[in-house]
């Protein structure tokens, strides 16, 4: 069954620098991956979805992209703030209606 | 204007009680969904439902039952709770119909704690 994997250690990551997340998938290469971000005691909010016929995706500070040779999708956030401080989450459809499989999440820690 | 909301957003109780989540929607979407997010921070789907019939059911031990009253509402009962049931319950919805990328929309989560 699919897997999706992300880097359990916590990413620090300095003010103004770029932060590159990890997702990687183990089996069939999904329709589409999915990018969420939950803050701590609340719900996962959607931020971007990048489907398999797309190599890039961009909205603002956000860059999404997917390599289904790789297998993985890497997540960047350019210019990085202390409010960007989250756990990002990535996850797929898993096959038939909308069933989200998800990853364990990265928590990114952004320092002034 | 609160997108997806649940109630209550704490939930203490003891071992062997019943009890009800509740999730309402306003955003108008005909799927709705319960997921749990353990202790590790891993959120897993537990059950689906569109249009008020369940489409995904996973290996979620039949002591909890969802109930979908219209399609802007999926509670969840749980009956004769567990240690192992502590955890964070999130609802969430997305449009499909019509839809073959959809986002989900989640809301604030309910921290189940059973003592």
């Known amino acids: 069954s699919q897997k999706i994997e992300q880097n359990s250690e916590a990413l620090n990551i300095q003010e103004g620098k770029t932060a590159t997340l990890t997702c990687n998938y183990t089996n069939y290469s999904p329709a589409y991956l999915q990018w969420y971000r939950q803050d701590p005691g609340r719900g996962p909010v959607f931020l971007l979805l990048?489907?398999?016929?797309?190599k890039e995706k961009r909205k603002e500070r956000l860059k999404v992209t997917f390599d289904t040779t790789l297998k993985q999708s890497l997540f960047h956030i350019t210019a990085s703030q202390p409010a960007d401080s989250a756990t990002y989450l990535c996850?797929?459809?898993?096959?038939?209606?909308?069933?989200?499989?998800f990853g364990a999440g990265t928590r990114l820690a952004v320092h002034p | 204007d609160t997108a997806v909301s649940q109630t209550p957003k704490y939930l203490v109780t003891q071992m062997g009680n019943d009890k009800s989540i509740k999730c309402e929607q306003n955003?108008?979407?005909?799927?709705m969904y319960w997921y749990k997010q353990d202790s590790k921070k891993f959120l897993k789907i537990m059950f689906s439902?569109?249009?008020?019939?369940?489409?995904i059911n996973e290996t979620v031990p039949n002591r909890f039952s969802p109930k979908s009253p219209d399609k802007a509402h999926l509670n969840l009962h749980i009956n004769s709770l567990e240690l192992g049931d502590s955890a964070v319950y999130f609802c969430?919805?997305?449009?499909?119909?019509?839809?073959?990328?959809?986002?989900?929309?989640f809301g604030p989560g309910t921290r189940l704690t059973v003592l």
């Open positions: 439902y569109n249009n008020k019939e369940l489409i």
């Open positions: 990048i489907r398999e016929n797309e």
């Open positions: 955003l108008g979407h005909d799927t």
């Open positions: 969430a919805s997305s449009q499909e119909r019509g839809q073959l990328y959809n986002e989900q929309f």
């Open positions: 996850a797929e459809r898993g096959g038939g209606y909308n069933k989200l499989i």
